[in-house]
């Protein structure tokens, strides 16, 4: 892949594996991408098949299984997830941000008309907080904000703009060191 | 999508919004030849409804030194200006929303251009740089710096600084407060010392 040469460049960043945050971010985008594809949890286990993650991920319970690191599941799994497995996710999120790229870039768009854009939000957000009351743990203050209304529309915007901006293979190297920021 | 005449090489990468078209020559000096493009004579970036953008190689790497590292920033939720010292590329937060792009002319008398893009613009402009420097035609260094995770510091600028002070102005209030009443408090009477017992008379002998 392309950015090879810059994850040889730094071997002691490329070797840490995610920070509990960054697992937790990395789940909610992957969440959000499901919100945006009805087919989201297919295209996943397919993509990763086309990656040649078929090693790693054999099936969509091992898929799932790494998933379940986030600390805001309903059924969290403790420990860390090996860095080349990380490394997976984040090239399937970034892949699929890529597919999905239309969809990221008319939500963010300023020149659609504003009910058009009111109702793909609404839309999209309808469907986050159904798969967020499904999976995480609502005693979380997590998911409460993610799902609280005012709040929550903050974090949406910010995960769907960044979403926009890690999308293709160019956005591997950002979405991975956005995800390894230190616990502020 | 490549156009060639003769050696000279133009490399197209389109995105909704903009569409960046790169033209040069490959390096014949260290070898390289076909589709490769090594040394970049010209540029543009044509806007949708915007003035053409127009540059040379140092002006386009001027422009990816700047707006890359803000695209890694804003994933991790930060809003800051960007600029390299000298440079005629800045891009930071437009207070009406969105984002603003700044660019100065080389030429003399010529105002700086500023430009008010959308998040999806943004984007569309951060695609069309990756598809770029991705391209394996390039056969050039760029500088750009490596995208690296932040520290907690450079994440405290995301918390307004009004709700970072909150906590710590909020806990020396209160202390202050208490610290006050305590002064208040009437100091608590000094019990009157025991005066010591008269000693018993003794009886003499006999």
Redesign the interface.
């Known amino acids: 892949m392309?950015n090879d040469i810059?994850e040889a460049?730094?071997p002691d960043?490329v070797s840490r594996p995610l920070p509990r945050r960054g697992l937790e971010r990395l789940d909610l985008m992957l969440l959000c991408m499901e919100a945006l594809d009805l087919n989201g949890g297919e295209a996943m286990v397919w993509m990763s098949e086309q990656l040649g993650y078929g090693g790693l991920f054999p099936n969509r319970v091992e898929l799932w299984k790494r998933r379940c690191h986030n600390p805001l599941r309903r059924t969290c799994r403790r420990g860390e997830v090996p860095v080349d497995e990380t490394d997976a996710l984040i090239r399937i999120l970034c892949v699929m941000a890529d597919r999905l790229?239309?969809m990221?870039?008319?939500l963010?768009?300023?020149?659609e008309p504003e009910e058009v854009a009111s109702e793909r939000w609404a839309l999209f957000q309808g469907r986050l907080e159904e798969l967020v009351q499904e999976r995480m743990n609502p005693r979380r203050s997590g998911v409460q904000k993610l799902l609280d209304p005012k709040d929550g529309a903050t974090q949406r915007l910010?995960l769907v703009?960044?979403l926009?901006?890690?999308?293709?293979?160019?956005?591997f190297?950002?979405?991975?060191?956005?995800l390894?920021?230190?616990?502020? | 999508m490549v156009q060639s005449s003769v050696m000279k090489q133009s490399l197209v990468f389109d995105q909704l919004s903009c569409r960046l078209q790169v033209e040069g020559l490959p390096d014949v000096s260290i070898g390289q030849s076909g589709a490769a493009l090594g040394i970049i004579t010209g540029w543009n970036l044509q806007w949708l409804g915007r003035p053409l953008l127009e540059g040379r190689r140092e002006h386009l790497q001027a422009l990816m030194q700047v707006v890359l590292p803000y695209a890694r920033h804003l994933i991790s939720g930060i809003r800051r200006e960007f600029s390299v010292a000298g440079e005629p590329v800045d891009i930071g937060p437009h207070p009406e929303g969105g984002h603003r792009l700044l660019l100065r002319s080389s030429q003399p008398d010529t105002p700086p251009l500023e430009m008010h893009l959308d998040d999806a613009e943004l984007a569309d402009l951060v695609r069309v740089l990756d598809l770029l420097r991705l391209d394996p035609r390039i056969q050039l260094p760029l500088a750009i710096p490596e995208p690296e995770p932040l520290g907690p510091r450079e994440l405290l600028e995301r918390i307004p600084l009004h709700r970072r002070l909150t906590a710590p102005l909020g806990g020396a209030t209160v202390l202050a407060v208490s610290a006050a009443l305590v002064l208040l408090l009437p100091p608590p009477a000094v019990p009157p010392a025991p005066t010591p017992p008269a000693p018993a008379p003794q009886a003499k002998p006999g």
């Open positions: 392309a810059s460049a730094n960043r790229y239309p990221l870039r008319s963010l768009s300023s020149s910010q703009q960044g926009s901006l890690c999308a293709g293979h160019g956005g190297e950002r979405i991975k060191a956005s390894m920021d230190a616990v502020a």
